[in-house]
């Protein structure tokens, strides 16, 4: 399982760097290599009963998150602040780096299931989601202008708290506290 793991780290990080330029890898790889190491030197003992909540609403969020960034022009803004132009949408590489990251829609049943790459999946989803996206809010610091709204900065707001619950109920399933 930490071959397959390694393996999609490592696909989704190349694939980042080759599509979006260094900076947004760098961004991915924190996600991803974050989330595997997380995964492969901490005890998680959650199931999916322990993570639904926070799986579900840090899903939903980052759906509106999306929407958000596609309506506001996040790609064309952030190809202005790297210089990288942006990836041509519906691209093999596009769609396989969607496809890697879809991974994360069956957190609910390998985690069910007691698999460990669910729960890779599970600690890689709410590291990008709690504290990758938070690179909205550094972005404009790059830009020539003072300090502003970066596009999907407004959806990061609810975003990024419940992810942070997700990465706490990996590790501290709810219960008595004694």
Do not use: N
């Amino acid at each position: 399982m930490v071959a397959l793991a390694a393996a999609h780290t490592i696909a989704i990080v190349a694939i980042g760097y080759v599509l979006l330029g260094f900076v947004p890898m760098a961004l991915f790889a924190f996600g991803f290599v974050g989330g595997l190491a997380i995964w492969l030197f901490t005890r998680d003992v959650a199931t999916f009963a322990d993570i639904r909540i926070p799986y579900f609403l840090t899903l939903g969020f980052f759906v509106l998150h999306k929407i958000e960034e596609r309506e506001l022009d996040f790609f064309p803004a952030l190809s202005q602040l790297t210089g990288v132009p942006m990836p041509q949408e519906g691209s093999s590489l596009a769609l396989l780096l969607y496809a890697l990251a879809a991974a994360w829609l069956i957190v609910p049943v390998l985690v069910r299931r007691g698999h460990s790459f669910g729960h890779y999946l599970a600690w890689t989803f709410f590291v990008s989601m709690g504290v990758i996206e938070l690179a909205h809010f550094v972005f404009p610091l790059f830009e020539d202008r003072p300090y502003g709204y970066f596009p999907g900065m407004a959806s990061v707001v609810p975003l990024a708290p419940v992810a942070w619950w997700g990465l706490f109920r990996m590790t501290v399933p709810p219960g008595p506290i004694s």
